[in-house]
């Protein structure tokens, strides 16, 4: 990769030869594996060797390294902070003691569902020593999950997969049937709500893909499941908890899309269609130990370079194309990177704030990628010295004011021996936990989380644990086993008129859809990867800034007339069962007609 300037350069270069055989065997293996999936290389290619440099080292960006990589491309990553972006693991600072590993921390914690196919694809390539299937093997699926209720209201527990109705054809009445044997089993409604939103997920199933786009992309999920006219109870789980603790976006301005395409996709994969494994899958470790490590050290071996600690200042333009790169090194010295094609793979809170000017002017979608909005979504893990009676899996505390999420992960590791290998011995669990509303006031100050401090975000999170998990009785949850805590560094600010977050996440209200840019720009050696790029999947996920990247590279690979191979991009699973009744919607939603179970 060829830079200008004069200043001091400071690289890491730690790890760039794996351990011996470890290294030529997995970078064969992944060859191999990738020649099977339609995304090896075949055979010399005049764009061959040509350099590529990726802006940004996360899921978006070390997929696009790892597909060109295999097609021969010279890649280098520049990475401000650390690879993997938002689904790393990190270290809690000074928490080592006695030769264990400092405790495991996260920004949010991971979640790998059966509905993903691309991200998957890519971790069976990812070589991780014993495993048959690489880092896809480190994958493992609780059991169960809950909706942990407040107020003395009974949890609900739900096994993982459903046992119950997997009808040999998922037709319009099949899915009727099964729909509604999940909600009398799952959820406590009158007979009337549950009958009313299985009307509505029927209307969403069996609408076409012009009424998708057109219509329910342009309509809150709040709406479309008439939310205002039902009980707290339908409000609480399928209007706010479907929406807030999953896609991190308020269900009065939801996308109907977004929400229904995620809901569609997840009813499938519970009655066994179309996935890649179970519904809830998590890592056997934490991530960077299970993943982001192995991947590095196997892009490494396909003879990627990175460059971390190098910020992306600006894209720049000129005779149109991308002209260069300015970046900004470790010591703060600017540099000019000059490649034959540019990636850009940051989330686009950042990404957007480095296009030029001129840049934005030779292609317009760029600029409506200032109308996309980012929300915070953040973690914050809780060190136990005793293992609390929760579920085997994740727990959803709808009633809580923050919407918190959570999983307790020892169990869930079991090459690990928690206290033996992690902290200062007397930490035996991590109950890691998402915070999806920050602007809500919380139970015991009043304020928002945004209004707290560090330290009373923590004690506030907590107590609305102990809230939706104490409330029958049993002490669950004890202030005695509670070790420490750790909040995400990327936040900053809390408590002061300008908190900060460096690791927002992309939302989705209504009318995002329309905004979101494809991977190939009008400027020829210009590219774009991320969640926010429009894919199959519309959400912002790993699987969207994996099939992004996928998208981005065989858009480059179109722009140099190579003959090699493109990468597969997977779409979310279609049913053939339901796709007559959606090309019966389609001559209705032309002829102006509502879906015909629309019933208003």
């Not at 319009?172 to 406590?188: F, K, M, N, Y």
């Not at 939801?254 to 229904?260: D, L």
């Not at 107590?463 to 005695?480: E, P, R």
């Not at 990327?490 to 009318?511: A, K, Q, R, S, Y």
């Amino acid at each position: 990769m060829a830079r200008t300037g004069s200043s001091r350069r400071t690289f890491i270069a730690a790890g760039a030869a794996t351990a011996g055989g470890l290294s030529a065997a997995g970078a064969s293996g992944s060859r191999a594996a990738a020649a099977e999936t339609g995304t090896a290389h075949a055979g010399a290619d005049p764009s061959a060797g040509r350099r590529v440099a990726v802006l940004g080292g996360g899921v978006a960006g070390l997929t696009a390294a790892h597909e060109l990589a295999e097609r021969g491309y010279a890649v280098t990553v520049y990475e401000r902070r650390a690879l993997g972006g938002k689904a790393r693991s990190m270290d809690v600072p000074g928490s080592a003691r006695g030769g264990r590993r400092p405790l495991p921390a996260e920004h949010g914690f991971r979640f790998i569902p059966g509905i993903y196919h691309n991200l998957p694809d890519t971790m069976r390539r990812i070589p991780f020593p014993g495993n048959a299937n690489g880092v896809w093997d480190n994958l493992v699926a609780p059991r169960e999950m809950m909706f942990a209720r407040a107020a003395g209201r009974e949890d609900l527990r739900a096994p993982i997969p459903w046992p119950g109705h997997s009808p040999a054809e998922l037709t319009p009445d099949e899915l009727r049937r099964a729909l509604t044997g999940i909600l009398q089993s799952l959820v406590r409604l009158p007979p009337h709500e549950s009958a009313y939103f299985v009307n509505r997920a029927l209307v969403f199933l069996t609408s076409c893909d012009e009424r998708r786009d057109e219509v329910w992309e342009r309509t809150p999920w709040w709406e479309f499941v008439r939310a205002e006219q039902m009980s707290n109870e339908y409000q609480r789980i399928l209007a706010i908890g479907v929406t807030r603790n999953i896609v991190a976006t308020k269900a009065e301005e939801a996308s109907t899309r977004t929400v229904g395409t995620l809901g569609e996709a997840f009813v499938f994969n519970l009655l066994g269609r179309g996935a890649d494994g179970p519904p809830d899958r998590i890592l056997n470790l934490p991530t960077n130990e299970a993943w982001i490590d192995p991947w590095e050290r196997h892009l490494r071996s396909l003879g990627v370079e990175f460059r971390i600690g190098w910020t992306v200042r600006e894209v720049r333009y000129g005779n149109g194309r991308v002209s260069g790169v300015s970046v900004e090194g470790p010591d703060g010295a600017r540099e000019t990177v000059t490649a034959d094609h540019y990636v850009s793979a940051l989330p686009v809170e950042h990404a957007r704030r480095t296009w030029s000017a001129a840049l934005r002017a030779a292609d317009p979608m760029l600029g409506r990628c200032d109308r996309l909005r980012t929300d915070w979504m953040t973690g914050i893990q809780f060190y136990l010295t005793e293992r609390a009676p929760l579920v085997h899996g994740h727990l959803n505390c709808v009633d809580s004011p923050w919407s918190l999420t959570a999983i307790q992960q020892a169990e869930h590791w079991p090459a690990r021996d928690f206290p033996a290998d992690y902290g200062d011995g007397a930490a035996v669990d991590c109950l890691s936990v998402d915070i999806s509303e920050w602007d809500k006031p919380g139970l015991l100050y009043g304020r928002t989380a945004k209004q707290c401090t560090r330290e009373e975000v923590a004690r506030e999170v907590w107590a609305q644990l102990k809230a939706s998990l104490n409330d029958s009785g049993a002490t669950v949850l004890k202030d005695s086993a509670l070790h420490s805590w750790f909040l995400d560094p990327g936040v900053d600010g809390l408590g002061t008129p300008n908190p900060t977050n460096e690791d927002e996440l992309l939302i989705h209200p209504v009318g995002t859809f329309h905004n979101r840019p494809s991977a190939g720009t009008r400027i020829p050696n210009f590219f774009l990867s991320g969640d926010y790029v429009a894919v199959d999947i519309d959400l912002a996920t790993m699987e969207g800034a994996n099939a992004s990247a996928r998208a981005a590279v065989n858009a480059l690979l179109d722009r140099d007339g190579s003959a090699l191979s493109r990468c597969t991009v997977r779409p979310l699973y279609r049913a053939p069962g339901v796709e007559s009744a959606k090309r019966h919607d389609a001559w209705r939603y032309r002829l102006g007609l509502r879906n015909v179970f629309d019933l208003g």
